[in-house]
């Protein structure tokens, strides 16, 4: 039997994992890793929506379903060894198929804004839908958060395992050129990282800028406002926005302004000062240009809940990464277990090309064309602070 929107490997796992699916996350003893897999609903196409538990044997676990790739929970430890759920989201799948701020979620064919919906290449203009006010946002109206993904999973010990996640996005779909084959491998290892490497391919240019765009709060899910961590971001300089939060083409210095984050600062330090930025922003959300070490991974942010001690590091291949303190969470979103999302309950640090780069000469190009490879790799690090 082949349960569609599932690979044979799938739905072969499908069948002689069923017990063990039904674990609970938390309840999963240390010392033991594995993946779990367990379907969890059907698209109105028909096709079955799949959800899938990496654990280690730290612990740590991280849930993941084949619609959007979104991810739906991660359970880490706090000072004490007691775990909680650090990320925002909903119960089930019926809530993510409804229009949602992009809770866990695979971002393409072009993580954040475009202006205007358009752009030109190698002379041709091309026309996006305008979702966010004028301009593109997150691939558009069906992005890569809404389709079912082609999932398999993997082992890769010692180091750890994981899934590889494909979808291959039609020429002109959503108005950009090109038939897109992407491939994301999520990987849960050992030493609590949560590594993300993307890879495409095109047959005609096209921008790319794939990211993920799961909201964390250290202190765990439904905790309240997350303006007590702390953040340090490796960035010297911002991209400065307009009103419509699309880059001006300036790369603003960010020392001596609210967004100097170079020293670890609580979120909620500066974020009500007056600067047109933060207004324009709601709060942060704003691209930060990376300091470049070269070729390969650099250090980009890191985050600390000094009451649970949970830390978070990012690093990435990326030049820009976003940071968003869920300005627009404003207490209408009901989550998980019934609780109430109110405003900045959540971050996002969304490793990225700049937003607009398409429009943005001056950026560091986001073009992929044929017989070229896009590759990506961010790596999320989870840890304690005693």
Same mark, same amino acid.
């Given at each position: 039997?082949?349960?569609?929107?599932?690979?044979?490997?799938?739905?072969?796992?499908?069948?002689?994992?069923?017990?063990?699916?039904?674990?609970?996350?938390?309840?999963?003893?240390?010392?033991?890793?594995?993946?779990?897999?367990?379907?969890?609903?059907?698209?109105?196409?028909?096709?079955?929506?799949?959800?899938?538990?990496?654990?280690?044997?730290?612990?740590?676990?991280?849930?993941?379903?084949?619609?959007?790739?979104?991810?739906?929970?991660?359970?880490?430890?706090?000072?004490?060894?007691?775990? $909680?759920?650090?990320?925002?989201?909903? #119960? +089930?799948? !019926?809530?993510? *198929?409804?229009?949602?701020?992009?809770?866990? =979620? /695979?971002?393409?064919?072009?993580?954040?804004?475009? $202006?205007?919906?358009?752009?030109?290449? #190698? +002379?041709? !203009?091309?026309? *996006?839908?305008?979702?966010?006010?004028?301009? =593109? /946002?997150?691939?558009?109206?069906?992005?890569?958060?809404?389709?079912?993904?082609?999932?398999?999973?993997?082992?890769?010990?010692?180091?750890?395992?994981?899934?590889?996640?494909?979808?291959?996005?039609?020429?002109?779909?959503?108005?950009?050129?090109?038939?897109?084959?992407?491939?994301?491998?999520?990987?849960?290892?050992?030493?609590?990282?949560?590594?993300?490497?993307?890879?495409?391919?095109?047959?005609?240019?096209?921008?790319?800028?794939?990211?993920?765009?799961?909201?964390?709060?250290?202190?765990?899910?439904?905790?309240?406002?997350?303006?007590?961590?702390?953040?340090?971001?490796?960035?010297?300089?911002?991209?400065?926005?307009?009103?419509?939060?699309?880059?001006?083409?300036?790369?603003?210095?960010?020392?001596?302004?609210?967004?100097?984050?170079?020293?670890?600062?609580?979120?909620?330090?500066?974020?009500?000062?007056?600067?047109?930025?933060?207004?324009?922003?709601?709060?942060?959300?704003?691209?930060?240009?990376?300091?470049?070490?070269?070729?390969?991974?650099?250090?980009?942010?890191?985050?600390?809940?000094?009451?649970?001690?949970?830390?978070?590091?990012?690093?990435?291949?990326?030049?820009?990464?976003?940071?968003?303190?869920?300005?627009?969470?404003?207490?209408?979103?009901?989550?998980?277990?019934?609780?109430?999302?109110?405003?900045?309950?959540?971050?996002?640090?969304?490793?990225?090309?700049?937003?607009?780069?398409?429009?943005?000469?001056?950026?560091?190009?986001?073009?992929?064309?044929?017989?070229?490879?896009?590759?990506?790799?961010?790596?999320?690090?989870?840890?304690?602070?005693?």
């Amino acid at each position: 039997m082949i349960i569609r929107g599932t690979s044979l490997a799938v739905a072969t796992l499908l069948l002689t994992l069923t017990s063990c699916s039904k674990m609970p996350a938390d309840k999963i003893p240390i010392g033991y890793a594995r993946t779990f897999i367990e379907p969890i609903g059907v698209l109105p196409s028909g096709d079955t929506v799949t959800a899938y538990t990496l654990t280690n044997d730290r612990g740590m676990s991280v849930k993941v379903m084949s619609y959007g790739g979104i991810v739906l929970s991660i359970q880490t430890p706090d000072r004490n060894g007691t775990m $909680a759920d650090i990320v925002l989201g909903y #119960d +089930g799948l !019926a809530a993510y *198929l409804n229009e949602t701020p992009y809770f866990g =979620a /695979l971002i393409g064919r072009y993580g954040n804004r475009i $202006a205007k919906g358009t752009f030109t290449l #190698d +002379g041709t !203009a091309y026309t *996006l839908a305008a979702n966010n006010g004028p301009n =593109a /946002l997150h691939g558009g109206v069906t992005g890569f958060d809404k389709v079912n993904w082609q999932v398999t999973p993997f082992d890769s010990a010692p180091r750890g395992h994981g899934l590889v996640l494909t979808y291959t996005s039609k020429d002109g779909e959503e108005g950009y050129p090109g038939e897109l084959t992407a491939t994301v491998t999520y990987t849960l290892t050992k030493a609590n990282e949560f590594a993300i490497d993307y890879r495409a391919t095109t047959t005609k240019a096209t921008p790319v800028n794939l990211t993920q765009h799961t909201y964390f709060n250290l202190a765990g899910d439904g905790s309240g406002p997350v303006l007590d961590q702390l953040v340090q971001i490796d960035a010297d300089a911002f991209t400065a926005i307009d009103s419509t939060l699309i880059p001006t083409g300036e790369l603003r210095p960010v020392q001596g302004t609210p967004f100097d984050f170079t020293t670890p600062t609580s979120i909620g330090a500066r974020i009500g000062e007056k600067d047109q930025q933060l207004t324009f922003g709601g709060g942060y959300d704003h691209n930060f240009v990376l300091r470049s070490t070269g070729e390969g991974m650099s250090h980009a942010a890191r985050v600390i809940d000094l009451k649970t001690g949970r830390t978070l590091d990012v690093s990435t291949t990326e030049p820009g990464i976003q940071f968003y303190t869920g300005n627009f969470l404003d207490g209408t979103i009901t989550g998980k277990q019934g609780r109430v999302y109110a405003h900045r309950t959540g971050f996002c640090l969304e490793t990225q090309h700049f937003p607009d780069s398409p429009n943005q000469p001056s950026f560091p190009s986001t073009i992929l064309r044929p017989g070229q490879t896009y590759t990506s790799r961010t790596v999320y690090t989870f840890g304690v602070q005693r």
